[in-house]
């Protein structure tokens, strides 16, 4: 009787083999899982006005009442400079990129713990948690966007827009939209890994987003900066998205084709990395969670 496999069986053999790239996306497997990552979406979205008096409104109270607090103790009373922009436009658009980084830092940063008993029962890609994070935030972002436009309508309805006006590369809003995306995805990544490993850094969190909101010059403009360290500063991609969203709204911030290149390099990397970080601690935090 033959040894050999039948030409049938060979047909339909199947191999299984252990994904060793660290770094590698399963991009197929995230598309097989697209209804799940689409009700992740849903979940997120309807998890933050389930149960709330205001429901969606409170994404566009929250930067509308930032800003007057800003406005009024950075402002009036410490009468620090705007950049020749009325404040309420300066710190709302300040506002956009840095709500819509620190919403899905904050989230996304304690994936491993808050999912850790889901993924201990059921299996699908790790990375459509924090990817479902980002995405649901979108919509906050989307409204407080519309909230900044009637506002900057209405200054210069009334003639009190000053020399504000709307750059070329207001066009370009959905890279910079891109961008602050995959820093935060990135950061968020690294931070999930440490605290899969290290409970205690979840109360580091929001002390973290505090200081990384004044390093990225939402309250005061990078132009109080000496120029001579501003290289410095811009080494905080934040900072430049930060910049950048006013110079495309506002047509005023402090810009370089050096600090747009040295954001773009900086937010690759930390991109990168924390998708590397992130593959490697999701293979063992069963067992440090």
């Known amino acids: 009787m ?15 083999r252990p994904n060793r790239s660290w770094l590698s996306i399963d991009w197929r497997a995230l598309f097989e899982f697209r209804d799940l990552l689409v009700l992740l979406v849903r979940r997120e979205f309807v998890s933050k006005y389930r149960q709330t008096i205001l429901g969606p409104a409170w994404f566009v109270l929250q930067p509308l009442l930032t800003t007057l607090v800003f406005t009024i103790m950075f402002n009036r009373v410490a009468q620090i400079s705007t950049d020749g922009v009325p404040p309420t436009l300066f710190y709302l658009c300040g506002l956009l990129g840095w709500n819509y980084f620190s919403q899905n830092f904050t989230v996304a940063s304690t994936t491993f713990t808050t999912n850790s008993a889901l993924f201990s029962k059921v299996y699908f890609p790790r990375l459509i948690v924090p990817l479902s994070i980002i995405l649901s935030n979108l919509t906050a972002f989307a409204l407080q966007l519309i909230t900044f436009f ?17 750059s070329w590369t207001a066009a370009l809003l959905p890279v910079l939209v891109l961008e602050t ?10 931070m999930a890994a440490l605290t899969a490993k290290y409970r205690d850094l979840t109360h580091l969190i ?21 120029a001579k360290w501003q290289w410095v500063a ?7 998205v930060v910049e950048m969203f006013r ?10 084709p050096a600090s747009i290149t ?12 924390g998708v590397f970080i992130f593959q490697r601690t999701e293979r063992t935090f069963i067992d440090t969670v």
């Open 262 to 273: 040295t954001s773009a390099l900086i937010t690759l990397l930390v991109l990168f990395s």
């Open 234 to 240: 811009q080494l905080n991609p934040m900072a430049t």
């Open 181 to 190: 995306a995959a820093i935060s995805l990135g950061a968020s990544l690294w």
């Open 247 to 256: 110079f495309s709204l506002l047509g005023v911030g402090t810009l370089t």
């Open 150 to 166: 009637a506002f900057y309508a209405g200054f210069e309805l009334m003639g009190r827009g000053g020399n504000i006006h709307l």
């Open 2 to 16: 033959s040894d050999a496999p039948s030409p049938h069986l060979a047909a339909y053999e199947v191999v299984i």
């Open 206 to 226: 929001p002390f973290l987003i505090q200081l990384w909101m004044f390093a990225s010059f939402v309250i005061v403009p990078l132009s109080t900066v000496p």
